[in-house]
């Protein structure tokens, strides 16, 4: 079979996140500076990386911090408007001891804040699919197995 001959197949952007927690269960939010709404931690994935990999990468660019990675926690198919198709990883970060808060350092420039926020704020600092998102992948984390996801609702 030629190129030609090849069915058309999805190409999606990938892109791969981290969820910290705090000792009463709240999830850190970061606001990028090129963005409207505030995020997880996170960044595309470079050619020949891994998501986890494009993870930690990015946690130490945005955040300073070189940490470790629990399971990942949900796997979004997310296709954005003006972006077209995405794959999104979310992986858990875990709990943030005083120290790693402290250590916070806006290394590349592209973060400008940081805060932790309840679960029931997430569509105060975001769209609602990213609040979906963080939902699922909560629950996740709380039934000990990962999930996928659709535009951030677990399927």
Same mark, same amino acid.
């Given at each position: 079979?030629?190129?030609?001959?090849?069915?058309?197949?999805?190409?999606?952007? +990938?892109?791969?996140?981290?969820?910290?927690?705090?000792?009463?269960?709240? +999830?850190?939010?970061?606001?990028?500076?090129?963005?409207?709404?505030?995020?997880?931690?996170?960044?595309?994935?470079?050619?020949?990386?891994?998501?986890?990999?494009?993870?930690?990468?990015?946690?130490?660019?945005?955040?300073?911090?070189?940490?470790?990675?629990?399971?990942?926690? +949900?796997?979004?198919?997310?296709?954005?408007?003006?972006?077209?198709?995405?794959?999104?990883?979310?992986?858990?970060?875990?709990?943030?001891?005083?120290?790693?808060?402290?250590?916070?350092?806006?290394?590349?420039?592209?973060?400008?804040?940081?805060?932790?926020?309840?679960?029931?704020?997430?569509?105060?600092?975001?769209?609602?699919?990213?609040?979906?998102?963080?939902?699922?992948?909560?629950?996740?984390?709380?039934?000990?197995?990962?999930?996928?996801?659709?535009?951030?609702?677990? +399927?």
């Amino acid at each position: 079979m030629t190129a030609n001959e090849m069915p058309p197949m999805a190409t999606p952007r +990938v892109a791969a996140g981290a969820l910290f927690f705090d000792n009463e269960g709240r +999830v850190l939010l970061v606001r990028p500076s090129y963005k409207k709404h505030w995020d997880i931690p996170g960044g595309y994935v470079e050619p020949g990386e891994s998501p986890r990999a494009a993870c930690l990468r990015e946690i130490e660019e945005e955040l300073g911090l070189t940490t470790a990675l629990g399971p990942m926690l +949900v796997v979004d198919w997310a296709p954005a408007e003006h972006e077209g198709d995405k794959l999104l990883f979310v992986f858990d970060a875990g709990t943030l001891t005083a120290e790693q808060e402290r250590a916070i350092r806006f290394v590349d420039g592209e973060i400008t804040e940081w805060r932790y926020v309840p679960a029931d704020a997430f569509e105060q600092h975001g769209p609602s699919r990213l609040a979906r998102r963080l939902r699922t992948a909560i629950m996740a984390r709380n039934n000990g197995a990962p999930a996928y996801a659709e535009h951030g609702n677990a +399927v």
